[in-house]
């Protein structure tokens, strides 16, 4: 079962004195992705840690379940809640497998289960097994171990995700594989995940929500479409980049705007599409319209590059 995640009045104030994390609040619903982002130093690790209290806050409390995390036991709270640390952090002595398996040995799970997981994990992140399974950390490069501490957190299926910069390490190709992997969990298993991410397209792509954090304050929050279109001010949208409004189309569905017509002498987009991919295929083609192809093969209506204009100038 997803559980919720609850920020109240939540701070931390290191030893040395800086506040790092400042009277956060928020919620991310049960089954939903978040993401934090912010540029660095703005607290996004010390908030993650504080759920799975790696760090206690010295302000404010957290709620998992609708219950306090104080209230609920160390271990059967760590036990809840995958997490992907940020650089990794596999232990050194322990082979990829026995890295992979360590919750699962935890929970008592038969050897046989655990093997079983083990290499249905190593497949899902894309390192084949027979390969894998008995190197140690420092035999792999980067985005190995990146991914070997995804399948860690995944391994005892928990319903709390907790991901800290999880694809930072993966070539493009790769952590585009892997995105697309969390979001078929995410279809299947509707884990609540907060994923901190210093990559912008990340957000946009993979959370249902993105909270931005500077100075360890939360200076918006809500899906990418809403933050997107309206960023609160200039360091938000310096944050979303440039490319902010091709980000908001991306985010957009061709059916949104797609009027009826349509033929075979414009460019095609198919129903499943962005007005992105309607754009490109327009610049593609040197057309100003797109016919909207539907699964089945015929055409359901059109787009005009008119309309996306429109459309990203009303938000
Ligand atoms: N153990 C600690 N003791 C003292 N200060 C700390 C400690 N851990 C973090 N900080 C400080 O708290 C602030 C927030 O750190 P945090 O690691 O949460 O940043 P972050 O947003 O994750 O940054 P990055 O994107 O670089 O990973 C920073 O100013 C950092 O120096
Ligand atoms: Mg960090």
């Known amino acids: 079962m997803a559980q919720a995640i609850e920020f109240r009045h939540v701070s931390k104030r290191f030893d040395n004195g800086g506040l790092a994390v400042d009277d ?14 912010g540029p660095s130093g703005c607290g996004k690790t010390t908030s993650l840690k504080m759920i799975n209290r790696l760090i206690d806050p010295t302000g404010g409390e957290i709620l998992v379940g609708g219950r306090s995390i104080v209230s609920t036991g160390l271990l ?30 935890l929970l008592g799970w038969p ?13 899902l992140v894309g390192l084949a097994p027979q390969e894998f ?30 991901m800290d910069e999880p694809f930072g390490a993966l070539d493009p190709i790769t952590r585009d594989r892997l995105q697309d992997e969390l979001i078929q969990i995410q ?20 959370a249902d929500r993105i909270a931005v954090l500077r100075a360890g304050k939360l200076v918006q929050i809500g899906s990418p479409a809403e933050v997107l279109a309206a960023p609160v001010d200039d360091f938000v949208a310096d ?13 957009t569905p061709v059916t949104k705007v797609m009027i009826p017509g349509g033929d075979l002498a414009m ?9 992105e991919e309607a754009l490109l ?10 016919a909207v192809h539907g699964s089945g093969g015929g055409i359901m209506g059109c787009v005009t590059a008119a309309d996306i204009v429109r459309s990203a100038a009303r938000r």
């Not at 050897?111 to 497949?123: F, G, H, N, S, V």
């Not at 295929?281 to 797109?290: T, V």
């Open 133 to 162: 399974r008995s190197r140690r950390p420092r035999a792999l490069s980067g985005g190995q171990q990146q991914r070997v501490g995804v399948a860690r957190a995944l391994a005892s299926d928990p319903p709390v995700l907790l």
């Open 111 to 123: 050897k046989a289960r655990i093997q079983a997981r083990i290499d249905e994990l190593l497949d």
């Open 239 to 251: 944050l979303l980049g440039r490319d902010r409004l091709l980000k908001l189309l991306r985010t």
């Open 281 to 290: 295929a327009m610049l593609a083609s040197g057309r100003c319209d797109a």
């Open 187 to 206: 279809r299947k298993l509707r884990k609540t995940i907060v994923i901190v991410t210093h990559d912008m397209d990340e957000a946009v792509r993979l």
């Open 76 to 105: 059967e709270l760590r036990r809840s809640l995958g997490y992907v640390i940020q650089y990794v952090g596999l232990f050194p002595h322990m082979t990829v497998a026995e890295n992979i398996g360590v919750v699962p040995q």
């Open 24 to 37: 956060l609040s928020f919620v991310v619903e049960a089954g939903t992705i978040m993401a934090l982002v």
């Open 267 to 275: 460019a095609r987009v198919s129903e499943q599409g962005s007005l």
